[in-house]
């Protein structure tokens, strides 16, 4: 192994508790045209957290255009015509403020994040569409003229309508404009590394759209722009006698990613990327990464899941949230997880009226309490948490780049329905667990049969809210996977649904 190489491997796996991507956000709020204003929304706290590693987007949060100073490519706002009014409208008049003043957000973002001992990636959003749902103010001149190189929407399925104005790879010229937004900040600004957002947004082939897994010359063209953009980092790297790290957010899993046209497997084996982020969040407790922990380990890969905010089917900045997002953490350590990653940490406070003053602060310390807990099982340990199994579905637009929610399931006469309840805690040091159970079209559990892990669960407390709640004792429970089983005893019960399974622990 060469020296680069080398230095290379001792960088990617260094420890990073938390990662945070930044959508470059900041850029929406009143004053952040000056540093110290552009730092106060979201940056300025990440300090004296188990944050060890910011993503910063060099594409701005939506829009496909650059935030930060480029010279290869119109910056947003300049890439636009007409100006772009989504939002508070402030985000082209402060970066055009900043970089006139030499002020550029992503040199002011990497000054901070080395001066606090942290890492910054460049996040690159790969095919970003919220120009197709925002207004149209947003799409870039460029995508206006050139509707040839964006997918082909024949035959695009309702739920799929968010990617209108997604990029075909298929063509060169959309990989090229890609690449040279790499190589520009390669050669430009002293990145740590690249964060390649596959999941903004996991459509770059048309047969997409239509619910078909692309072809094998589609999966062979991206793992081909892998490889330019590997030999290009790495050139780079020598040059700058440092590494240059390459993280790609991915699907849930291995097989989802390659039915988009990402062969993660053929990138691990042939050394194209440093560091994998698993899923944006939108199936949290489904999730599972054991298959994918072991592979990427194999190749000495360090992977992070991704928390979205909070837990599915959570609301943000309640309590219920922050357990939920400790569980999270647990059960991904348990299963394997180098760290934790967070996804749109800080949308709660610039969209889509950005905050100020009190309530800023206020917002921000809730926020970023997390960040003082879920980096490490160690100071996860002894925390209350809540574990779930989630009932409904992915947001229709990422489901197949998502996990699908076990929940809801409608019981039947035939069989027993079985329901993984993923736990990373030991409980043996817990004060009180709680099994709640939702049934609809059931009052109660007269007539059903209900099991945890081969034990007969009884009756029960019915409680106002349609909830069965069972207090429970640590050695009912196993530290990983616990199943629940449900099944109907009586023939008078017709139509039954299992909607909700989650557990509550509490240590004090």
Known sequence: MNHGRQARF????????????????????????????????????????????ICWSVLSEWGDAPSYDSRVQPVFGDAHDPPPTAGTGLFQKNLRSLIDAALCPLQITID???????????????????????????????????????????????????YVTAQDYTHPEVRQRKLEIFEEVCERYDVDGFELDFFRAPVFFSPTVRAQPVTQEQIVIMTGFMRRLREMTEAASVRRQRP??????????FELGLNIGLDV????????????????????????????????????????????QKPAGCEVLTAEAGLGCRALASNWFHQGADGIYIWNLGVPVTWLTPMKG?????????????????????TLAGLDKLFMVESGQPLHWYAHASAPWPLPVRLTHDGVTNVPLEVGDDLKTAEEIELEIRIEGQPGCDGLRLRLNGEDLGAGTVTGDGMIRYALQADQMRQGVNLFEAALGSASIASVELTGVRLEVRYR
Request: net charge negative; charged share 30%.
């Open 112 to 162: 901070f994040a080395h001066e606090h001992g942290l890492e910054l990636f460049a996040s690159v959003r790969m095919n970003d569409v919220h120009d197709g749902i925002i207004e149209s103010t947003v799409r870039t001149t460029w995508k206006k003229s050139h509707p040839e190189l964006l997918i082909d929407t024949d035959g695009m399925l309702d739920d799929k309508n968010l």
């Open 358 to 378: 009190p309530q800023l602060h206020d917002t921000i310390a809730k926020l970023n309490a997390k960040l003082h807990e879920i980096g490490s099982p160690e």
């Open 265 to 308: 497997k053929a990138w691990l084996e042939e050394d194209l990327v440093d560091m994998l982020i698993m899923g944006r969040g939108y199936s949290s407790f489904a999730m599972s990464l054991e298959n994918e922990v072991e592979l990427a380990h194999r190749h000495s890969v360090p992977v992070y899941p991704c928390i979205n």
């Open 244 to 253: 240059i790290l390459l993280a790609a957010c991915v699907p849930d899993s």
């Open 10 to 53: 001792e960088a990617r796996n260094r420890t990073r508790r938390i990662i945070v991507n930044d959508d470059a956000g900041e850029l929406e709020h009143p004053g952040a045209d000056t540093v110290e204003g552009f730092l106060e929304p979201k940056l300025r706290d990440l300090a004296g957290t188990q944050v060890d590693t």
